[in-house]
């Protein structure tokens, strides 16, 4: 029997990326796995759900009304893909383009080490050697996660390794995870609820990890103008009214005690991180860009996971 793999994604006003995302879908190896995309469009004005019907009619379409924003859309996404009763549901974002093996060999890891839920291995498509958002590490005395802007994929390891978060862009979430977990919190973090939703897995015990074969090219961030360079009002608001931005200090408080290993730590870390951010220190800002770091390989060579045997039987072993 075939595994049963739901892919999801929220997508508003997207129409082109949504339909390059999808093709590169279809282009995938899916031996050995049934797949079945489900596509929440969010009030999309710009015919995305028309142009998707049109050209992949086998595409479920779940109709939101504009204001779920990411979190809520995944959650719908992931609440339809339950009704069909999958082994695995993958969540991506829409504005990205998969590498033909990408999809089974996320499955083959997962399907290789027990109770583990498995991120892609993301890469920038301007400069697709390049690291995109992978692996961050929790370091409460300097305000949370630090994320990596220098790594490439001659800098990571050669095997899945174990992380403490897996940045939503590409997950692979065994059913039983979210069953066991629930959904992710859209009350608390509307548009950031990938951080606090893999934490909170692997403090029930499920192991995170990244698979760098599994190969997945996303479209850079749009850039965000540095905090200080912001006029006073505008700050005011990012800071403290818009909910969605990255700058909001309710997302930046739940990101922190949700998501870190500990409450005591995220607790810890927020007043280090709110400094960091008006001094223009963040390790989410340019700033961290000139940054040393060293190779992934290093830094993370006591978690890089040893070999089990696959109860997949069609990606490559090891």
Known sequence: MPLNVEIVTPVHNRREETLQCLR??????????????????DGSTDGTAEAIANEFPDVEIVTGDGNLWYTAGTNRGISAALLHEPD?????????????????????????????????????????????????????????????????VWTI???????????????????????????????????????????????????????????????????????????????????FTDPHSGYSLRRRFYSNYLGAPSRLQGLISLPISIARILAGRSYESSWAIT?????????FASVVVKSEASKFPVANGD
Request: hydrophobic content about 40%.
């Open 24 to 41: 590169s879908i279809a282009r995938s190896d899916s031996a050995g796995l049934r797949l079945h995309v489900i596509v929440v469009d």
């Open 88 to 152: 695995y549901i993958l969540a991506i974002n829409n504005d990205q383009i998969f590498d033909e093996k990408c999809i089974v060999n996320l499955v083959e890891c997962a399907e290789r080490y027990p109770r583990s839920v498995v991120g892609g291995l993301l890469l920038n498509w301007e400069t697709p050697h390049k690291i995109f958002q992978i692996s961050p590490r929790w370091e409460t005395l300097k305000g949370g996660f630090r994320h990596w802007y220098n790594q490439t």
């Open 157 to 239: 390891p050669e095997r899945p390794w174990e992380v403490e978060i897996i940045v939503g862009n590409c997950v692979l979430y065994p059913a039983a995870a979210v069953s066991e977990v629930g959904l992710m919190d859209e009350k608390r973090l509307p548009q950031f609820g990938d951080a606090e939703y893999t934490p909170r897995m692997r403090r029930a015990g499920w192991r995170l990890m990244i698979e760098p074969r599994a190969r997945v090219f996303c479209k850079p961030n749009d850039v965000i103008t540095g905090f200080r360079r912001l006029p006073f009002g505008k700050k005011m608001r990012v800071l």
């Open 291 to 299: 940054q040393p770091e060293s190779p992934l390989a290093e830094t």
